[in-house]
């Protein structure tokens, strides 16, 4: 099973990114897919969470309306857009795979991360 997530940098607030998590090793488009955040010093956030038709999303209350997750099965990648980006926005963000109430509780099913920093 291999996570891989890319896209993340540096922007100023209000700007955009688009992250995106390229999955091998297991049945992607069987599989409930979230992203999961940690900023330094705190414990993972939930972000958002895609069901596997992706009809179906979840999205915390701190990046709803701001962020859309979206997903391509036949390419085996989850995207996360992330639009009017603040700077408590920033953490490493994290691809997991599974159901959304274990998104936060077994790193086991994330990848390796990709920081986002918001700062003017």
Do not use: H
Not at 15 to 43: E, I
Not at 74 to 94: F, G, I, R, V
């Amino acid at each position: 099973v291999q996570l891989v997530e890319s896209g993340g940098g540096m922007v100023q607030p209000g700007g955009s990114l688009r992250l995106s998590c390229a999955a091998s090793g297991f049945t992607f488009s069987n599989t409930d897919m979230n992203w999961v955040r940690q900023a330094p010093g705190k414990g993972p956030e939930w972000v958002s969470s895609i069901y596997t038709g992706g009809d179906t999303t979840a999205y915390a209350d701190s990046v709803k309306g701001r962020f859309t997750i979206s997903r391509d099965n036949a390419k085996n990648t989850l995207y996360l857009q992330m639009n009017s980006l603040k700077p408590e926005d920033t953490a490493l963000y994290y691809c997991a795979r599974g159901p959304q109430w274990a998104a936060t509780k077994f790193r086991g099913n994330w990848g390796q991360g990709t920081q986002v920093t918001v700062s003017s």
